[in-house]
């Protein structure tokens, strides 16, 4: 069974700005993988950036970037230079072999010109 | 554009009444998931068709079934609708490369039972 934890359901941030939004998760996997997926008020799901759990590298995707801590079961995403278009619900997921997703809850992120 | 369709975009109803989902994934995907996502209970996984099969159920009703069809295209069947199973219904679709599991999420299915 895999969890995933989102404890921040709202962040703002200044447009040209860094913000990080956090994610801690727990599973049983050996394998397993996460991700960061962006929903606008669209609602359509984007695919930010995704990270293997059995890579040591941080995943970076332009403005975006992960910081992935295994040990501490942590996965948080950085966004830099925030552009008005990056106001959405962000949904951290986890995942392993081809099986379903994982959600946390969600983080709103407002984006202050 | 994921290259994930689903219909229709909206759906009004009524309580007791049954309705279908349609997805068609995208070209060359053999799996297909379904997913609901309401307001008090977030994103949650429904179940898991891979080329035909079920693969994998989550926390679906018993009101609730699916099937995939030899084209790929899949349906999610919603029946005795309650007011609480308003919500956006997701499908996404992934290739089951056994190394990875990139979904790519199709527009949603927005449902709303009056």
């Known amino acids: 069974a895999q969890t995933v934890t989102q404890s921040q359901p709202e962040m703002s941030v200044q447009e040209a700005e860094t913000v990080t939004l956090s994610c801690t998760y727990d599973?049983?996997?050996?394998?397993?993988?996460l991700f960061w997926y962006k929903q606008p008020p669209s609602r359509q799901m984007i695919l930010v950036i995704r990270q293997e759990a059995y890579k040591q590298q941080n995943a970076t995707e332009n403005r975006f970037s992960v910081n992935f801590q295994k040990a501490a079961k942590s996965f948080s995403l950085k966004i830099s230079d925030s552009q008005l278009g990056d106001a959405a619900m962000y949904f951290c997921?986890?995942?392993?072999?081809?099986?379903?997703?994982?959600f946390g809850k969600g983080t709103k992120l407002s984006v202050i010109p | 554009d994921s290259g994930v369709t689903q219909t229709p975009k909206h759906l009004i109803t009524a309580t007791g009444q049954r309705v279908t989902l349609r997805c068609s994934p995208r070209s060359g995907d053999l799996s297909v998931y379904w997913y609901q996502q309401s307001l008090d209970q977030g994103l949650q996984f429904l179940i898991q068709?891979?080329?035909?099969?079920?693969?994998a159920k989550g926390n679906i009703l018993e009101r609730f079934s699916a099937q995939q069809f030899p084209d790929l295209h899949s349906e999610l069947n919603l029946s005795s609708l309650e007011l609480g199973d308003s919500a956006l219904y997701f499908c996404a679709s992934s290739v089951v490369d056994f190394t990875a599991n990139e979904q790519f999420f199709g527009p949603g299915t927005r449902l709303t039972v009056l």
């Open positions: 068709y891979y080329n035909g099969e079920e693969r």
């Open positions: 997921a986890s995942g392993a072999g081809s099986y379903q997703l994982t």
């Open positions: 599973t049983s996997e050996s394998d397993y993988y």
